[in-house]
């Protein structure tokens, strides 16, 4: 197959994944009120930030699943099935009846429909990034990898796009009651466009020369190679964390700094298509400086400059927040165009499905705990000081990781 073409067959997943999980995030506060309805709106609104947890700490027994058996019978027929079962999933939960109609069966409906989902999402990035390093030559990698992640920025932002149009098409009480299920159907109709053409994928030419795959992956990848799981798991901490924090701001710039939410939307939508621009470049530079080296300067400068970067919100102002946006989406660009390349090149073929799902899974449940965190602690402070003060704290940690890596 074609460089060109399995950059393709890997992006359209990768962005549809990034796309679901910003429309949960975005529309969090309508969600709510359909499946959690309380007399406290924080109450009502944790409960729905706890559902989107769940869908990160779900993810690594999919990842886990489905990476063992790509690692045992091939890349390509699991690389098409997860898509299958994010669009019906993604499909359900915007058809799934409120609990105004059905009761308490309808939030355990919808959490199974999001369980299912974080099934999928588990395995989706792991194998993608599998399946394409796999099909890659080494020194184009870091480009190969950036046209993919800038998927995930353009998924990113057609979800916030989405997000934008439909609340700007629809009053409130519409939006409450029909219009934020409009994302999601969508989503599951571009999912199922995405399987149909991912069915015609060929296996990887690494497997195909694997003479020997492991017959339990995990087994193997536990005792084998238990320093690169833990250099996986410091690596991602940071990029993680600011990921999941980007999805939830709305929720709070509204009310911290007294932004509207069609700025919030349009502003996330601007520094998305922003990231999706960078990413490519700085995949190109990771090959020719080096994936360690670029990643290492960008979690340094997350560190020094965290606490400047938040001080701009500060101004209550549209350049403000689109300047902030702007510089927080290009710390990340500069981070997901390294590691990810980074993360699969730690491990050998016949574990490397497994071993990137085990690391990028497991930490992202662990930082899915982030959203409850942060409003728990908003909720008694009514500041978000606490949070450039963390991502510092992770920087380091992040920091350390890549610094004591093999150089790539």
């Known amino acids: ?13 990768a962005g549809l994944e990034y796309y679901d999980f910003i429309i949960y995030a975005l529309l969090s506060p309508y969600i709510s009120e359909q499946f959690f309805p309380t007399s406290h709106p924080s109450a009502a609104m944790l409960a729905t930030l706890a559902v989107f947890a769940i869908g990160y700490l ?11 058996l ?3 019978f091939g890349r390509k027929h699991y690389f098409a099935l997860t898509l ?17 109609r059905f009761g308490l069966f309808a939030p355990l409906l919808f959490i199974g429909f999001r ?6 999402f588990g395995a989706e990035l792991p194998g993608s990034l599998t399946f394409l390093i796999e099909h890659i030559h080494e020194k184009s990698r870091g480009t190969h990898c950036g046209f993919m992640i800038s998927s995930v920025g353009l998924g990113s932002s057609l979800g916030a796009l989405i997000a934008y149009l439909t609340s700007q098409l629809f009053t409130t009480a519409q939006m409450t009651t029909f219009g934020w299920r409009i994302p999601f159907l969508l989503g599951g ?8 053409i991912r069915k015609k994928a060929t296996e990887t030419p690494a497997f195909l020369a694997n003479k020997a795959p492991p017959k339990y992956a995990l087994v193997d990848l536990l005792r084998d190679h238990p320093q690169s799981i833990l250099q996986g798991f410091g690596m991602l901490l940071l990029p993680t964390s600011l990921v999941i924090f980007i999805l939830i701001i709305p929720a709070y710039f509204r009310d911290a700094y007294h932004y509207t ?6 502003g996330m939508t601007i520094s998305q298509l922003w990231c999706a621009f960078l990413l490519p470049i700085f995949g190109r530079l990771s090959d020719r400086v080096g994936r360690k080296r670029l990643l290492l300067v960008a979690t340094t400068t997350t560190a020094l400059c965290s606490l400047l970067l938040f001080q701009l919100l500060t101004f209550k102002t549209k350049i403000a927040l689109f300047a902030f946006l702007g510089l927080y989406e290009t710390l990340i660009a500069a981070m997901a165009a390294c590691y990810f390349t980074l993360l699969a090149e730690l491990f050998p073929t016949r574990v490397r499905y497994t071993g990137v799902a085990l690391c990028y899974n497991t930490v992202y449940a662990i930082v899915a705990m982030l959203p409850m965190l942060i409003h728990t602690i908003y909720t008694h402070t009514q500041s978000l000081l606490y949070t450039p003060l963390l991502f510092t704290l992770l920087a380091l940690v992040t920091t350390f990781s890549v610094w004591n890596l093999s150089p790539g």
């Open 1 to 13: 197959m074609k460089s060109s073409k399995i950059t393709a067959l890997t992006s359209f997943g």
């Open 58 to 68: 779900i993810r690594p027994i999919g990842g886990i699943i489905f990476g063992m």
């Open 70 to 72: 790509g690692d045992r």
């Open 84 to 100: 299958l079962l994010m669009a019906l999933s993604t499909f359900c939960m915007g058809i799934a009846p409120t609990y105004h």
């Open 115 to 120: 369980i299912i989902q974080g099934i999928s």
């Open 189 to 196: 109709f571009l999912a199922i466009i995405a399987y149909f």
């Open 261 to 266: 939410s069609h700025d919030i939307y349009l």
